[in-house]
Nanobody
Framework: QVQLVESGGGLVQAGGSLRLSCAAS????????MGWFRQARGKEREFVAS????????GYANSVKGRFIISRDNAKNTVYLQMNSLKPEDTAIYYC???????????WGQGTQVTVSS
């Protein structure tokens, strides 16, 4: 049973920073990409960032490029999202995801709320 557990969300003022963490357990994650998605109230879930196993292939949504940084610690089965210069439009539930054997985002965490006040 794969489990992804996010932490680090909260309330922050615009311009502030937060660091999200996602710890994975339940199977080996060797070779698989991990990522972050978010869903704002009334909107569809959207891609935020992804990182491959070795960390040399990283992708960001245009809306967060230059402000967010994704990283991972494979020894700890953990992926991080450093969020800087936060804006009210970054307010959403942030979800961690793991690619499965089919190459799709098969596994999801329960989400962590990030609220940015203006």
């Amino acid at each position: 049973q794969v489990q992804l557990v996010e932490s680090g969300g909260g309330l922050v003022q615009a311009g502030g920073s937060l660091r999200l963490s996602c710890a994975a357990s339940g199977r080996t994650f060797s070779g698989y990409a991990m990522g972050w998605f978010r869903q704002a109230r009334g909107k569809e879930r959207e891609f935020v960032a992804s990182i491959n196993w070795s960390g040399d292939r990283i992708g960001y949504a245009n809306s967060v490029k230059g402000r967010f940084i994704i990283s991972r610690d494979n020894a700890k089965n953990t992926v991080y999202l450093q969020m800087n210069s936060l804006k009210p439009e970054d307010t959403a539930i942030y979800y961690c995801a793991l690619v499965g054997s089919r190459g799709t985002w098969d596994y999801w965490g329960q989400g962590t709320q990030v609220t940015v006040s203006s």
